[in-house]
C-alpha cells in the first residue's frame, strides 16, 4: 500500500511503516481526524448525517432578514 506496512509505535502517538525503499512516520492522532472528518464529509455530501432535536430548545431572535433568509435555506 501507499503507507506501507506498520511496523511500529512511537510514544503511543507515531506510527512507523516501511515501504520498500523508504520508511513513513504517520501522527496517528492526526490520521484519525483525518478520517473522522472525511467520513462526516461524505456523509454530509450523502445527505445523511445522522441528527436530532435539541432537547431542550433555545429560542433565538432574529432580524426579519436573518430569518426570511434562514427560512429560504431550511
Do not use: C, F, W
Not at 18 to 36: P, Y
Amino acid at each position: 500500500t501507499v503507507l506501507g506496512a506498520a511496523r511500529a509505535q512511537v510514544h503511543e502517538n507515531y506510527i512507523v511503516a516501511q515501504t520498500r525503499d523508504s520508511l513513513i512516520i504517520v501522527d496517528q492522532h492526526a490520521a484519525h481526524e483525518r478520517l473522522v472528518y472525511e467520513a462526516l464529509k461524505n456523509a454530509l455530501h450523502s445527505r445523511a448525517v445522522p441528527s436530532q432535536m435539541l432537547l431542550l430548545p433555545e429560542i433565538v431572535d432574529l432580524p426579519e432578514e436573518d430569518a426570511e433568509r434562514l427560512a429560504m435555506h431550511s
